[in-house]
């Protein structure tokens, strides 16, 4: 009969949904993830917005901003994953650059609306048929996404 032995393995108690998120925040693991998808956000959604600015024939040369911060939200968000330097200076540069030109880019969607037949009196067929109104802040929100990574502690 074999003795047992008096040391007790201990075993970290497995995780779930919510608490297993935290965890890989408070140990860093949270901040490449995030950097990785800012960079799929930044494709997936400079792709959509030329669609839309190509449809409206890039009537404002604005237009191309956004187009053109894709692959840098990309570049900068891929970089920020594999390099703990680019997350915290590269990746933070370009995030704040994306939210900036969301917030033009609302501003100048809403001045869009304002210079329709009626204005902000016949809003809601202004919004309809212009420029979508709320559709730079999904913008902002990527350039929100890599600058929460930029912010959050890398794992060691």
């Known amino acids: 009969m074999a003795a047992a032995s008096s ?3 201990v075993t970290e108690p497995v995780l779930h949904g919510i608490d297993r998120m935290v965890r890989n925040i408070e140990t860093g693991r949270f901040e490449r993830s995030l950097s990785a998808v800012t960079a799929v956000g930044a494709v997936v959604t400079a792709t959509e ?3 839309e600015h190509d449809s409206a024939s890039f009537g404002n040369k604005l237009m191309w901003i956004p187009v053109a911060l894709g692959p840098v939200g990309a570049a900068a ?6 390099n703990h330097r ?13 939210i900036a030109n969301g917030l033009q880019g609302t ?9 329709k037949p009626g204005g902000w009196h016949n809003a809601r067929y202004n919004m309809e048929m212009g420029p979508p109104l ?3 802040l999904l913008v902002t929100m990527v350039g929100g996404m890599g600058l929460l990574a930029a912010i959050l502690r890398r794992e060691k």
Do not use: D, E, N, V
């Not at 501003?107 to 210079?115: E, M, N, V």
């Open 7 to 9: 040391s007790a393995t």
């Open 107 to 115: 501003y100048l969607h809403a001045r869009g609306i304002s210079q």
């Open 77 to 82: 968000g891929i970089a920020g994953a594999l």
């Open 86 to 98: 680019m997350a915290k200076t590269f990746l933070p540069i370009a995030s704040l650059t994306i």
């Open 134 to 136: 709320l559709a730079p």
């Open 49 to 51: 917005i030329f669609f």
